[in-house]
């Protein structure tokens, strides 16, 4: 089933770390926001499948905004 992870916070998009396509693991870092000079990740919930990048880096992310379109096994 998908699942989409969201910002928590309004924050900048620092560093994507996967692709579509690519296989993560639990508590593997999907991806890098930075606000109020913290890098802050964001980490996958489940094992899966990562099926859309909705963010690229250097966007500004309000919170709430999706981040990753993920497929848990």
Request: proline share 4%.
């Amino acid at each position: 089933m998908a699942e989409t992870i969201q910002a928590d916070m309004g924050a900048n998009v620092w560093k994507v770390l996967v692709s579509a396509g690519d296989t993560v693991e639990e508590d593997d870092t999907l991806l890098i926001l930075e606000a109020m000079k913290m890098e802050i990740p964001v980490t996958a919930e489940d094992s899966g499948t990562v099926l859309e990048v909705l963010v690229a880096e250097g966007d500004v992310v309000a919170p709430g905004q999706p981040l990753i379109t993920f497929g848990a096994e």
